[in-house]
Nanobody, 118 residues
Framework: QVQLVESGGGLVQTGGSLRLSCAYS????????MGWFRQAPGSQRELVAI???????NYGDSVKGRFTISKDNAKNTVYLQMSSLKPEDTAVYYC????????????WGQGTQVTVSS
């Protein structure tokens, strides 16, 4: 089992920045990919960013150039740096972990709310 705990959400104005953190623990040897997803009210969950152990990343089209995913292995923490935030970025953000992208994400955090005011 792997445990994920997100933090760092909050209220920010349009154009502002925020950094989310996801602390992971447990059987992390089985984890090769970590990601951030988000879900706005009335919408489906969507991919925000993925980071593989080899360092390769993928981003959702709506956040490319504005968000950056990174990882600190010493702290067992994955980050999502969000800049130039827009009201449409308002959502609950979830951290996720899995063995491979193709296999899907087996572990999910509880989510953290990000609200961008206009």
């Amino acid at each position: 089992q792997v445990q994920l705990v997100e933090s760092g959400g909050g209220l920010v104005q349009t154009g502002g920045s925020l950094r989310l953190s996801c602390a992971y623990s447990g059987n992390i040897r089985s984890i090769n990919v970590m990601g951030w997803f988000r879900q706005a009210p009335g919408s489906q969950r969507e991919l925000v960013a993925i980071l593989r152990d080899g360092g390769s990343t993928n981003y959702g089209d709506s956040v490319k150039g504005r968000f950056t995913i990174s990882k600190d292995n010493a702290k067992n923490t994955v980050y999502l740096q969000m800049s130039s935030l827009k009201p449409e970025d308002t959502a609950v953000y979830y951290c996720a972990a899995g063995e491979t992208v193709a296999a899907g994400f087996d572990y999910w955090g509880q989510g953290t709310q990000v609200t961008v005011s206009s």
